[in-house]
């Protein structure tokens, strides 16, 4: 795979800053903040390691747009953005202070407030540390949550409802272990059909991450959590992400999610707010 070039306005800021004294050469990210490299500042252009040169209005043009990445392909920066004829919705790439998220039709699906998505994700994992043997993760999107999973876990099974993620993905150089890693096993399909078909007892933690109840309601409900509840191995542990219990919506979600849990067998559901869900017991 090659070394992709991605760039936003974290980026193009002190690129601008520097441009005065040109020519120079500058320290910077080209992978969202994973690395650092060293670009050269021309009078006309930034010249990228790679051999690519940048003119400097397009450099101005990533720095305007705060809310979007670019992938630098033949000179030119072209936007992380695609839109999916399966589910008639956008997808595009939002930069952070770190890792990006994703924007679904508008709306960011990390927690990008007071955390940025690579500690959210780690507070997922956290509450149903050890991850060892097979783990389960209903909702692929970034693949951030597979992919930490993966670096202690035997095998990782990932499931995406929609294809047109994976192509956000393969240009996000966050997501590239989504690709790469021997141990992650990705699923296109929809959850709560694709979990039926899988073995029962064949997954020791299950991360449970889906869209608001408004976006995937059936992933919600009691005969979808009966099934996670049959491919846990004795013992397992589920996370499920419900949103901040102290507002009105994640409170109210929280408790229909922990009854339906307890009705369909888990015998203790405990709050874990700081990761914005509920650990599951089998």
């Not at 809310?67 to 004829?85: G, L, M």
């Amino acid at each position: 795979m090659t070394h992709l070039i991605v760039l936003s306005h974290f980026q193009a800021r002190p690129l601008l800053a520097a441009r005065p004294g040109a020519p120079t050469t500058l320290p910077l990210s080209l992978d969202l903040n994973l690395s650092q490299a060293e670009v050269s500042l021309a009078h006309d252009h930034v010249l990228l390691p790679d051999g690519q040169r940048l003119p400097w209005d397009d450099v101005a043009s990533i720095c305007d747009h705060e809310n979007a990445c670019y992938v630098i392909q033949a000179n030119t920066p072209r936007k992380i953005q695609f839109f999916s004829e399966t589910l008639n919705r956008a997808y595009s790439l939002m930069p952070t202070a770190k890792a990006p998220t994703m924007l679904v039709a508008g709306f960011p699906m990390h927690r990008i407030k007071d955390v940025d998505p690579h500690e959210d994700t780690l507070n997922k994992i956290k509450s149903i540390q050890p991850l060892t043997g097979r783990v389960l993760d209903t909702t692929m999107g970034l693949g951030y949550t597979a992919i930490q999973a993966a670096r202690t876990a035997t095998e990782v099974v990932t499931i995406e409802l929609d294809p047109t993620v994976v192509e956000v993905c393969r240009l996000n150089p966050w997501s590239q272990a989504l690709f790469t890693s021997p141990n992650i096993s990705r699923l296109i399909g929809d959850a709560y059909d694709v979990v039926a078909t899988l073995d029962e007892g064949s997954f020791s933690r299950i991360i449970h991450d889906p869209p608001t109840f408004s976006l995937a309601g059936d992933l919600y409900a009691a005969d979808f959590y009966a099934e996670l509840w049959r491919v846990l191995t004795p013992r397992g542990r589920l996370f499920h992400y419900v949103g901040d219990p102290r507002s009105r919506s994640g409170s109210s979600v929280t408790r229909g999610v922990t009854r339906r849990l307890q009705e369909v067998g888990f015998r203790r559901v405990l709050p874990r707010p700081g990761a914005f869900g509920v650990v599951a017991y089998k």
